[in-house]
């Protein structure tokens, strides 16, 4: 991989994490506790209430995950291991990349 190809991997990681962090700022009010006033709010809307905030910090864990993983791309990118195999070696295919920028393996690995 040439180096304007690791800028470009960079750059789209990067702006991933980006948005990533965005996304955070706007599900934090999901997350938020839910109150106990049986008198402001039925039990039904409760339980959607709780069922909103399950949903909302499931996500959270998604996005943090994906997160962890797009960091480890910058650390192999720094390492100079970025876009390896981590199987088998050969290199993975720049369209597999742009598509997941964190993959650890080529199609042929991660599908057997």
Request: proline share 2%.
């Amino acid at each position: 991989m040439n180096e304007t190809d690791q800028q470009a991997f960079r750059a789209l990681i990067e702006d991933r994490l980006a948005e990533l962090a965005a996304e955070d700022r706007l599900g934090e009010a999901g997350q938020a506790t839910v109150e106990l006033d049986q008198q402001a709010v039925g039990r039904l809307s409760r339980q959607d209430a709780l069922q909103n905030q399950a949903m909302a910090k499931a996500t959270q864990a998604r996005r943090q995950a994906e997160r962890s993983r797009l960091r480890a791309a910058l650390a192999r990118l720094e390492d100079g291991e970025y876009g390896y195999c981590e199987d088998c070696g050969d290199d993975i295919p720049s369209g597999r990349l742009r598509l997941d920028p964190a993959a650890l393996r080529c199609v042929e690995c991660a599908g057997g």
